[in-house]
């Protein structure tokens, strides 16, 4: 089995402003990385990602950037049971649609096909669809969705 997800969403806003929201760290913040991010999404960067329900900023390799259209990152699997650390990977992508909104899919795969594993993928599957529920609350609504939901 090979454990991997796939989430997705529209947001009614153009594919640049969606994609900046997500790139710059200044807007990630603002919605889903609760302690912050530093960095922005460039193709070999690391940057740095922190969260309230995660505590302890965390590195994040960013493998590829392609401007409004696909982010693909690394970083660590959390899985506590490995034997030794290692990494996932997310694919990000942006498509614009015709009627003006953007379409968000976020997708992950490369756990270790074990318990530990299957239960890491799925706390990640949650995360992500928080993140792109929380991103279409910020950008259409000015509503942060993750605020106090995790202190």
């Not at 089995?1 to 947001?11: E, N, P, S």
Request: with cysteine; hydrophobic share 40%.
């Amino acid at each position: 089995m090979d454990l991997k997800f796939k989430v997705a969403i529209r947001v009614a806003r153009p594919v640049h402003e969606v994609f900046e929201a997500v790139a710059d760290p200044d807007q990630l913040s603002h919605y889903f990385t609760t302690g912050g991010a530093k960095g922005r999404l460039e193709t070999g960067a690391t940057v740095m990602w922190d969260f309230h329900d995660f505590p302890g900023a965390f590195p994040v390799e960013v493998v590829e950037v392609v401007p409004d259209a696909r982010i693909v990152l690394r970083w660590a699997a959390n899985d506590k049971s490995a034997s030794t650390p290692y990494q996932t990977q997310v694919e990000m992508s942006f498509e614009g649609l015709d009627d003006g909104r953007t379409l968000v899919s976020i997708s992950e795969h490369g756990w270790h096909e074990t318990p530990s594993g299957l239960a890491t993928s799925y706390g990640n599957c949650m995360g992500w669809t928080q993140m792109i529920c929380a991103l279409k609350a910020w950008m259409e609504h000015g509503v942060n969705l993750r605020e106090g939901a995790f202190k």
